[in-house]
């Protein structure tokens, strides 16, 4: 008796173990995610518009959501410009491989900070110093899939859906604090449509959501349009770092 | 076997048309692959024209370098690549680049930070270089009297703030009301009054000493001065000195729904037994102007004034611009 119970619990502790190192790690999934970022890597130059929804908590049990949506083109190795239009502002971030300038147009006021050289290193150093999180650009990088199933504990290939009329490739990858929800076109480029995080780790679950639409592969961008040129009776002001 | 014969001619034909086709598709592919790769090799593609003319010293060898391509060393139409590199040879432009009328300016960058305060070293016009010198002569004198015993950039409200605080580089800002960006725009107070850092070479009869840490002022109208070797300089109140009188353009501002605190050219005073004491500006509070000597600053997604170590946010009351006074607090991350 004694011994059929040790060996119960043994093949309970084993079984927890098990469960508790559980990863599950889809192979097709991988496979569509590897071509997405095999795909970013090679491009030289990107523009495309994303329409973002996002969760914000107004105040304690009251939940609103925020829509915004920003054109955004992006040429390697070191230029940038993402027009963003809230719903009670619009803004400009140009990034012209030395100085980011960030442009408020309803009350024409600027600032300007001299920027690290290279574009992974300057959407990171935007995030850490002025709090300027650029949500698409998490996607768009070569390593993202590695990263991607790194992260997450379970990355699966949900099937084909159709997302706006078009044939995409449901993928999902979740762990404890987070969601991820990816379609992905089903054509040559493999560019992402949609993508929807939900977050777990505030103290009320919510969601972020992207569509993407009007993609530009490898246009030859002028220079010029990653100027920026202070409109007249524009005042710059300081930029507060957070460090 | 003529049939044959025929046939494998056709044959050979199609063939060699074939190659040729696909030969002349490859050249043409590669041709078009060529120019775009040559043209822009992603990571040399500005090095030539912009790290040259302008390495690390951006801002100030731009204009220096600019001359050289300004109109009057242009000889002709055909040197229009040598006056635009940027859009020259190399990368084959609809019209050979661009002929702009318009320079392009620097852009200086301006950063800062919660901690420290550069920006406070402003000079111009009538003012004199602001710094934390004690040492008095008209060119170097402190016109911040932030080291003084107790000084406070603001004290916190009486009643709690409704919400967490926002937390930005270490410090967590607070304020009741909703942001409403509206421009700073100094305002003056009248002939008599004076923003800091103004220079005078005498003062009105009606000034008074004051004496406060061994310091002495000069007040009159709501303004303190500092004696100069030549005449005297308009600094910062300093909190806690007392003063009989206050302009009478002085503005109540209300501070919990028991006191009241009287605002006039940047300054706070609270009535006292002696007159009026300057106070620290009261968090939560609002008022409708702001002298010159400040600078707006972006915080995060949000826009204030600052000056000297108070932040004021850009508010609206009774569709009126406003100014509430922002309590700034160091917090534990």
């Not at chain 1, 929807?196 to 009007?214: C, K, M, R, V, W």
């Not at chain 2, 046939?7 to 590669?30: E, H, N, P, T, Y």
């Not at chain 2, 100030?60 to 690549?81: G, K, L, V, Y």
Request: glycine residues 8%; proline residues 7%.
């Amino acid at each position: 008796m004694l011994k059929k119970l040790c060996f119960g619990l043994m093949l309970l502790l084993v079984f927890e173990m098990a469960k508790a190192q559980e990863k599950s790690i889809d192979t097709t999934a991988v496979i569509i995610l590897d071509r997405m970022s095999s795909v970013f890597g090679e491009l030289k130059s990107l523009g495309f518009t994303s329409t973002v929804s996002r969760d914000l908590v107004y105040a304690e049990d009251f939940f609103i959501k925020v829509f915004s949506s920003s054109d955004v083109k992006i040429e390697g190795p070191n230029k940038l410009s993402a027009r963003i239009h809230g719903e009670n502002k619009e803004d400009l971030y140009s990034y012209n491989g030395e100085q980011v300038i960030y442009y408020s147009y309803q009350n024409n006021i600027y600032t300007v900070a001299d920027a690290p050289d290279n574009l992974i290193e300057t959407i990171d150093w935007l995030y850490t110093d002025f709090g300027i999180e650029l949500t698409t650009a998490d996607f768009l990088y070569p390593s993202f899939s590695k990263d991607f199933t790194e992260q997450m504990d379970y990355v699966g290939f949900l099937g084909i859906a159709q997302v706006e009329g078009k044939r995409a490739f449901h993928i999902a990858g979740s762990n404890e604090s987070i969601t991820v929800q990816i379609w992905i076109s089903d054509d040559s480029y493999f560019l992402p449509i949609k993508t929807l995080i939900t977050y777990f780790d505030g103290p009320y679950a919510n969601q972020h959501e992207t569509d993407f639409s009007d993609w530009e592969i490898n246009q030859d961008y002028p220079d010029s349009i990653f100027e920026f040129s202070p409109p007249p009776s524009a005042k710059q002001i300081t930029w507060m770092r957070q460090n | 076997m003529e049939k044959l014969r025929i046939k494998l001619w056709v044959l050979g034909v199609g063939l060699i048309g074939m190659v040729f086709i696909s030969d002349l598709a490859q050249a043409q592919r590669v041709r078009a692959g060529a120019g775009r790769a040559g043209a822009r090799p992603a990571t040399t593609r500005q090095a030539p024209s912009r790290e040259m003319s302008r390495p690390p010293s951006r801002p100030s060898t731009r204009p220096a370098t600019r001359p050289s391509t300004s109109p009057s060393s242009r000889p002709n139409m055909s040197s229009r690549d040598n006056i635009h590199p940027k859009n020259s040879s190399s990368r084959p432009t609809l019209n050979g680049g661009a002929n702009k009328v318009t320079r392009d300016r620097a852009n200086n960058s301006k950063v800062s930070n919660i901690r420290n305060n550069p920006s406070d070293n402003r000079g111009g016009g009538n003012r004199n270089t602001i710094n934390n010198n004690i040492t008095i002569n008209r060119n170097n004198v402190n016109v911040r009297n932030n080291h003084v015993r107790n000084y406070r950039p603001y004290r916190p409200p009486y009643r709690p703030y409704p919400r967490p605080p926002y937390i930005w580089g270490g410090y967590g800002f607070s304020w009741f009301r909703p942001y409403y960006y509206h421009p700073y725009r100094p305002y003056y107070w009248g002939p008599v009054w004076h923003p800091w850092g103004f220079f005078v070479a005498a003062l009105a009869t009606t000034a008074i000493i004051v004496s406060i840490e061994n310091q002495d002022y000069n007040y009159n109208e709501g303004v303190f001065y500092v004696e100069t070797d030549d005449g005297y300089v308009v600094v910062e109140a300093p909190q806690g000195a007392t003063v009989k009188v206050i302009p009478k353009e002085s503005k109540e501002v209300e501070v919990s729904p028991t006191v009241n605190n009287y605002y006039y050219g940047g300054t706070f005073y609270e009535k006292s037994d002696g007159g009026y004491t300057v106070v620290p500006p009261p968090a939560g509070a609002v008022v409708d102007a702001l002298p010159e000597g400040g600078e707006e600053v972006k915080v995060g997604d949000q826009t204030y004034v600052k000056i000297g170590d108070t932040y004021y946010m850009p508010v609206q009351e009774d569709g009126k611009d406003m100014y509430e006074i922002v309590q700034v607090e160091e917090v534990e991350e």
